[in-house]
């Protein structure tokens, strides 16, 4: 059901975007939304001119990997071609490279990292005509009070965005399948760096994992580290020596799921669909598709519009998505994973769907309510049934 | 078997002739892009365009020279504080983690005075602090190395790796001092702003550059006419001359590895009041000091030539960095061609140490059985 829909809808985009690339020409087919996006935009995307700043490589089966996809379907979507920077530090660096971009007349740029953004605001602020997406960023954190440079939020370019999304909604699937493959209820998680974003993530896996089994634990180790595959191995090994027999992670790389399949237990990957790395050991994993993101944004743009609020994209618009079930989640589980998915995108669940009670049995989200988005963004404790700190 | 008729010989030169000094380099760096523009070409590249945009966003350009001398700020402290240690033939290999340090030490003291003093006090204060910062990083392996001899390749570089962790510790542990106690996300919190510069106009040069060319002259000045400095070539020349003379080896090797340890803490610092202002747990991705390692072998250690070769350094980084956006050019071509400007370069140390000559294999033996 959940395939179906997140089906339906990227055919529905297709559609859409298939007949704006035609140019319109027969008549009879189109459809009011696409008479009304074509008038806007036409089908001439000549003065659009877009580029992507990645942190690592198009190739790396992880987090840079998933968007070069969303950046191929954009391309294919429009006709145009988008320049790639790839392998570009955080820092003064990246705002030369993105000046560079801006003064060669790119109008539309993506980074894809959470350290672009004082970098980016700064070309920003001095390329007015163009238009700029912070992926996983988030504006209030260039204000002064939260040690930014701008004094109000006001003052903050307003040619800049950014864009992220709701992968709780499918960590907390990811759980179920979890939850329902451990005999023993004891679950590991290899974790980067204990921020709201991580954390987040360690708590909807959590709950999901109990929705399945009440007394599931989820011992959770950290890296300190996005790209580390020895260390990532070592915090694996950590988790299963104490008893854990499934694993899951917010990592890039796959050594989680190799460490688990070397003693037969089960994984729960991040970022793309690499059922290949441990077949045996794979359950599924939470992804992304950023592409409805990339080709609606290019879209605007060529409209002569700049989006500039903070995107939260969720498994209802396809930005959050689940990728394929391993053999061993029964058909009871998947069943019960797409309803819970159908659930999530018509909106009458959410992973945070209180009440949710902390490690110490405090009350966080009250019955019947769920957080507000800035509570989401910054969340910082754990909840009940994970073991570790999320202090780090 | 097949036996190859030919053997290359070294020998060792006892003086370099002069001509050979300036030859080595400069043949060096065109072997490097003769070697670079086959590689170009055999991936389908054109080299001549690839050198002149390269060139052009390196040096030729407002933006691409004022981003090089704003990169070779912090690469020309890195570069003299490793080729200030090799004077005395002391290896400091942990420039990068003293840099960490010099990034704490700089935030501390921009953070804790608050903003009551002017910014020319406030930031020679941030910059010093960052120094003494670096230089207590290195304080453990000087005096080891100084009364054991333990080796400071090893432990020089091997605190780098807890310098990192100290960074990770002080932005991601919550509560912590060097982080923005508003939110919840890991951010640096910001330093007062008399201890901020601005930059010059719309580049992103910060007046900091020539701090580093002062520092960088007056090393110069302090190993050519200083009694600290003779000191330092007589120890490097022959350590037992130097004890026969009264001259304390042990105390000399720890101010060396100090002065070397406080200069890679200054280019953390100059970050600090530079183009970042807080810490930011990005940097220790970026690899600064040990790029102060690949200046100080470009210029041969010597410390007159490390403003150029920082500057040289900086700007194949940033057109190579530009490659990409100009031009349709990979990554990986840029980057290997720096590599190759640096292994050339330090392969043409070997004609100017050894005189190199083929000879016939005959001739080799006989060589060998005369000696």
Redesign the interface.
């Known amino acids: 059901m959940r395939k179906n829909h997140i089906k339906g809808f990227a055919l529905a985009t297709a559609a859409v975007f298939g007949l704006l690339a035609c140019g319109g020409s027969d008549a009879a087919t189109d459809t009011t939304v696409a008479e009304t996006m074509e008038t806007e935009a036409g089908d001439d995307y000549s003065m659009l001119k877009v580029a992507v700043v990645y942190i690592g490589v198009p190739d790396d089966k992880g987090w840079t990997y998933q968007h070069e996809q969303g950046i191929l379907e954009l391309e294919a979507e429009l006709g145009i071609e988008v320049k790639r920077v790839e392998n570009v530090p955080e820092g003064d660096e990246a705002e030369a490279i993105m000046e560079g971009l801006a003064a060669e007349g790119y109008n539309l740029i993506f980074a894809t990292s959470f350290g672009y953004g004082t970098p980016m605001a700064r070309v920003a602020a001095k390329h007015a005509d163009g238009c700029f997406q912070w992926a996983t960023g988030a504006k209030f954190l260039l204000t002064s009070e939260m040690g930014g440079e701008y004094a109000t939020f006001g003052d903050i370019p307003a040619n800049l965005g950014t864009y992220f999304g709701a992968a709780e909604e499918a960590r907390y699937l990811s759980g179920i399948a979890a939850g329902a493959a451990s005999p023993t209820g004891k679950l590991g998680y290899v974790a980067a760096f204990p921020i709201p974003e991580v954390i987040r993530g360690i708590n909807a896996f959590t709950l999901g994992a109990q929705s399945v089994n009440p007394d599931a634990t989820v011992q959770v180790s950290w890296t300190k580290t996005w790209f580390g595959p020895d260390t990532e191995k070592e915090s694996a090994e950590s988790l299963l020596a104490a008893g854990a027999d499934v694993l899951a992670m917010h990592q890039d790389t796959t050594a989680t799921g190799l460490a688990a399949d070397a003693v037969g237990a089960k994984w729960v990957g991040y970022n793309s669909d690499v059922v290949e790395a441990a077949p045996d050991a794979w359950l599924t994993a939470p992804t992304w598709n950023w592409a409805p993101y990339y080709i609606q944004t290019a879209l605007a743009v060529a409209g002569g519009t700049c989006p500039s609020d903070e995107y939260y994209g969720s498994m209802a618009d396809g930005m959050v998505t689940l990728g394929s079930f391993g053999t061993s989640v029964d058909e009871d589980t998947q069943g019960l994973i797409a309803d819970t998915a159908a659930a999530i995108i018509d909106g009458s669940f959410a992973p945070f769907q209180g009440p949710v009670s902390d490690q110490d049995g405090n009350e966080v989200v009250a019955a019947d309510t769920r957080p507000e988005l800035l509570d989401l963004l910054g969340m910082s404790y754990f909840v009940k049934g994970v073991i570790g700190s999320p202090k780090g | 078997m097949m036996r190859i008729p030919f053997r290359v010989v070294f020998e060792q030169r006892g003086e370099t002739p002069r001509r050979l000094s300036l030859l080595v380099p400069l043949a060096s760096v065109l072997a490097a892009l003769f070697f670079g523009a086959l590689f170009l070409l055999a991936t389908g590249y054109s080299p001549i365009d690839t050198y002149t945009n390269m060139f052009r ?1 390196g040096f030729a350009s407002f ?1 691409g020279i004022t ?1 090089t001398l ?2 070779s700020t912090v690469l020309i402290c890195t570069g003299i504080s490793a080729a200030f240690a090799f004077q005395m033939n002391l290896y400091n290999i942990g420039g990068e983690g003293q840099l960490y340090l010099g990034l704490i030490g700089g935030a501390w003291a921009g953070i804790a005075l608050g903003d009551h003093l002017p910014t020319l006090i406030m930031v020679p204060i941030v910059l010093l602090c960052g120094a003494l910062a670096g230089a207590a990083w290195i304080f453990v392996p000087a005096f080891v190395r100084s009364r054991l001899g333990t080796s400071e390749i090893v432990s020089t570089l091997l605190l780098t790796y807890i310098g990192a ?1 100290l960074i ?1 510790h002080v932005i ?3 509560d912590s001092f060097f982080r ?1 106690p ?9 330093v007062a702003d008399s201890a901020s510069l601005d930059s010059f106009g ?1 580049s ?1 040069l910060y007046p900091t550059f020539f701090v580093a060319l002062i520092i960088a002259g007056a090393l110069y000045w302090i190993v050519k006419r200083t009694e600290f400095g003779y000191r330092i070539n007589v120890i490097s020349d022959s350590p037992r001359a130097a004890h026969y003379a009264g001259i304390n080896a042990r105390r000399t090797t720890i101010w060396v590895m100090l002065i070397s340890g406080a200069l890679s803490g200054l280019a953390g610092a100059m970050l600090i009041v530079g ?4 810490i ?1 747990p ?2 220790i ?2 690899g600064y000091g040990y790029a102060g390692i690949v200046v100080a072998a470009l210029a041969r250690n010597n410390l007159g030539l490390i403003i150029v070769s920082g500057i040289l350094f900086s700007g194949l ?2 057109g190579g ?2 490659l ?3 031009t349709d050019t ?2 990986h071509i840029g980057v290997m061609l720096q590599g190759a400007i640096l292994l050339f370069a330090l392969g043409g140390e070997a004609f100017r140490r050894y005189h190199i000559h083929v000879v016939r294999v005959q001739d080799a033996t006989a060589r060998k059985a005369a000696v």
């Not at chain 2, 508003?182 to 910001?190: E, V, W």
């Not at chain 2, 183009?275 to 807080?278: E, L």
């Open positions: 966003d933006n981003d704003a990169l962790s990770k991601y542990t919550p923005n508003n939110t919840s996300f890991p951010q640096g919190r910001r719309s992103r183009p970042y202002g807080k930011e990005s940097i991705t970026l980084r940033v960095n530009n990409q956006v100009t990979p990554i």
